[in-house]
Structures are given as structure tokens and as C-alpha cells.
């Protein structure tokens, strides 16, 4: 072990609050939580309160028992804000990732005869992008002629900020929406998103983010770094299960009537909800963007993944991240040295503020049996085609020594398949 951090690693408590997979009676080895987090083992016993609410009190649950189903997600928005960065009442707790973005858009993307374009990442994963197209044609526009994509340089991996801000300028008169990524899924790339949206800004437009792979893994001012809004699922790095309740954030500054939205009842300023009068008064908080009656029970799972992020720190976490996707570039480039294989590169970006738990390796050639061979060992990492590894070792469950051990099973394949 050559990580300095792995002796004094004040995270390794947690790994204990989360059920891990196992085969044959030996714990597998998880890289997996930027897909679907583990789950916390107190994720249950939440889900069971609300179970016994309903049980006990039927409707009145809304009022009654522990946890009174019409606060619930307010104890998670405060939960969420140094999450994000963020005022608990900039946090609404709803819906699903692709949902949400969609009526942020409906909110915050307001073409006009001259400023029209969004601007985005090329090789944005594909649920932005199908809403991006369905957003465009809505208003009768044609997405070949609106989204601005940003492409890598030729023979680049991932996308130079410069480019990024050079583009947002050389737009400026016709940008709508810059609508941008905080982490890539495919390379693991962070994006600067104070400086995105400072420039979109800059140029006249709104900058709108996709934080799916951000929340949980990288640190979010989104506040203070003056975010417009931002949008991200709970399932990846916040541990909250299989189609889980997602998450929007909405600047303070937006949180006036005169903003548009597609409305709903429980978005009705609350004081007032229940009177069910004519004519919609949207609550005074990013509140006022709910629309339908609350799943308390994914709550539930939430909130149990939550507590534990309060409890274990946040710039903990970020550190633990950090030195552990380090320390696994540095095996890595060990690997690449020693064995004097260029059969794979590393995507993601080395330096410490480009990236945060996942690394991503491009094969060239047998990737797919590499892939199976770790697999076989008892190894969870993902496959995205045509020719990627995906591996996030993640800080409240994962340790050093996994580290370690991936890098083992990949040299010894890597034997194998020259031999
Ligand atoms: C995981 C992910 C999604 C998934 O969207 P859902 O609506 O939760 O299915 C969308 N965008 C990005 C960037 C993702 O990483």
C-alpha cells in the first residue's frame, strides 16, 4: 500500500453502513457506486417507518407519527444543501433526473427571435440530449440548427476549458441556454462550473447544469458560483436505490411568481394549498416547482443515504475521493510502465481538480476480455461501448486495499492476454 491517506482513513468506519454485494460468502469489490450506489443499511428501517405511518394513521400520516409525511422533504433539503452548496430552500427533493431538466427548460429556456442556441457537450449522455431535441421542437425550432455541441480537440479525449469558453463567447449574441455537465459520464472529466457559468452569463444566457455524476462525488457551491439552476439523480452517488426521487436546485434569485413554470398543486405556496382556490400561486422557494403529491416512501431511502453524508462530512469525503482515484491513476500508470502496455489509455484527466471518484481506461483492442476477466474476480465495473472501462472506487464504502487488488487481477490479465 503506497497511499499515505489509506493509514488514516476516517472514512473506513462508514463501509460498515452499507450492505456489501457479495459471492460465496466473500464481499465483491464495488466500483460501481457512479451507477448505483449500495445501500445504506438503515435505508429499510426508514421505508418501514413510513410503511408503519400509513399503517398506523392512514391520510393523517401527512400530520402524524415520527416523521410527518407533509415535512418530510424539508428535513432532506436541509440534508441536501451542503450537498450542493446550496440554501435548503433552493432544494426541491422530486420527481427524476430527466424529468426535472425538462422543466427546468420549461422554466429557463426562453428563445426568442435572436437568442435562441444551447449550448452543450458533445458526447453529453444520451437522455440530455433526446431532451434537448424534444425541448427545441416544442417551440416549433429545429435542433440541428439550435444545440451548439462543443466537441474534444482532434485527437483529445476530453474537452480543453478554454474551447468551452471560447465557444459561450463566440455565441454570445445567440445563446439561450448553456446547458452543461458537471462530470462527464464516459471520461470522468470535471467541468469548471463557476466558470461556465460565468461565461455564459457573460454572453446573455442561462447556465443550466446536469449534475448526475457531480452530487456526491465532487465539492458543488452552487449558490455562491451563481448556478441558474442545476439538476441530478440521488441513485448514483447518493446511494438512494433503483429509481430514486431526484433532485433540482433553483437559484434563490428565481424564486418569484413571474417565473413560468408547468404547474402543479403541491408547488401552491403551502400556506395556502388546501384551499384549493383558482388560479396558481407557486410557493416562495424552489418548493414552487413541485408539482405532484410526494413519494414518501423513496423519500425514505434518501434520507437514510443522507444522514450518513451528514455525519461523515463532506470535505472528507471529497478528500477520500480524490486520494482514491489518485492512487488508482498512480497504479495505473505503474501498470502502463512496467508492463510497457499501450493497450489501454487512461481518459480521465490526472490532475486533481479534473476529476473525481471514476476513472475511465479506453482499450484498444480486448478491452471486452479484460472486462469479463475482472468481472470474474469478483470485481464490479462497467463496460460502455465501444471500448471503455469504468471504475469508481467510492469514499464511504470502498477502501485502499480494493484498490490494490483491481490493479492485481487487471496486471495479471493483462499477463494472460500477451501470453
Ligand atoms: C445517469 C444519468 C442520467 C439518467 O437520467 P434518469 O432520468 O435518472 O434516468 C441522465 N443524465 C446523466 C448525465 C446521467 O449520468
Known amino acids: 500500500m503506497h497511499s499515505s491517506f489509506s493509514d488514516n482513513d476516517s472514512l473506513s468506519v462508514f463501509r460498515d453502513r452499507f450492505f456489501i454485494p457479495n459471492g460465496n460468502g466473500k464481499e465483491k469489490i464495488y466500483f460501481l457506486g457512479n451507477s448505483l450506489g449500495l445501500q445504506p443499511k438503515t435505508a429499510r428501517n426508514h421505508m418501514e417507518s413510513v410503511l408503519e405511518s400509513w399503517h398506523q394513521f392512514g391520510v393523517e400520516g401527512f400530520f402524524e407519527g415520527e416523521n410527518p409525511w407533509m415535512d ?9 444543501a451542503p450537498i450542493a452548496g446550496a440554501y435548503p430552500e433552493e432544494i426541491a427533493v422530486m420527481n427524476a433526473l430527466t424529468v426535472n431538466l425538462h422543466l427546468m427548460l420549461q422554466s429557463f429556456y426562453n ?3 435572436k437568442r435562441r442556441k444551447i449550448l452543450c457537450e458533445a458526447g453529453a449522455f ?37 474551447d468551452i469558453l471560447e465557444a459561450i463567447h463566440q455565441n454570445k449574441d445567440e445563446i439561450a441556454l448553456v446547458l452543461w455537465g458537471g462530470v462527464n459520464y464516459y471520461t470522468g472529466q470535471v467541468f469548471n462550473i463557476k466558470k461556465i457559468t460565468e461565461a455564459a452569463h457573460n454572453a446573455g444566457a442561462v447556465a443550466g447544469f446536469d449534475l448526475a455524476h457531480a452530487a456526491g462525488n465532487i465539492e458543488l457551491k452552487l449558490h455562491e458560483w451563481d448556478v441558474d439552476f442545476a439538476c441530478w439523480c440521488n441513485y448514483k452517488y447518493l446511494n438512494s436505490g433503483p429509481g430514486a426521487v431526484a433532485t433540482a436546485f433553483i437559484h434563490k434569485k428565481f424564486h418569484h411568481q413571474s417565473v413560468n413554470r408547468l404547474a402543479g398543486w403541491w408547488g401552491y405556496r403551502k400556506d395556502q394549498r388546501f384551499l384549493m382556490k383558482k388560479g396558481f400561486v407557486p410557493g416562495p422557494s424552489a418548493d414552487g416547482w413541485h408539482i405532484s403529491t410526494p413519494p414518501v416512501l423513496l423519500f425514505a431511502c434518501l434520507k437514510a443515504s443522507l444522514e450518513i453524508f451528514y455525519e461523515a462530512g463532506m470535505d472528507s469525503i471529497y478528500r ?96 494472460k492476454i500477451k501470453a
Open 111 to 113: 428563445p426568442d427571435n
Open 320 to 415: 477520500k475521493g480524490s486520494a482514491m482515484s489518485t492512487y488508482l491513476i498512480q497504479l495505473l500508470q505503474k501498470i502502463q510502465s512496467e508492463t510497457g502496455s499501450d493497450i489501454f489509455r487512461i481518459l480521465t484527466p490526472v490532475d486533481e481538480h479534473a476529476k473525481g471518484c471514476q476513472v475511465s481506461l479506453l482499450f484498444k483492442h480486448s478491452g471486452r476480455l479484460v472486462f469479463d476477466h475482472i468481472i470474474s474476480e469478483g470485481i464490479f465495473a462497467d463496460w460502455r461501448e465501444p471500448d471503455v472501462i469504468r471504475v469508481a472506487p467510492v469514499p464511504l464504502y470502498n477502501k485502499f486495499e480494493e484498490i490494490d487488488k483491481f490493479s492485481q487481477v487487471l496486471t495479471d490479465t493483462l499477463e
Open 72 to 80: 418530510y422533504h424539508q428535513g432532506l433539503a436541509e440534508l441536501m
Open 126 to 162: 444520451p437522455s440530455d440530449q433526446y431532451l434537448m431535441e424534444s425541448q427545441v421542437r416544442l417551440r416549433g425550432l429545429n435542433p440541428a440548427e439550435i444545440i451548439i455541441e462543443v466537441s474534444p480537440r482532434e485527437g483529445e479525449d476530453t474537452i480543453r476549458e478554454e
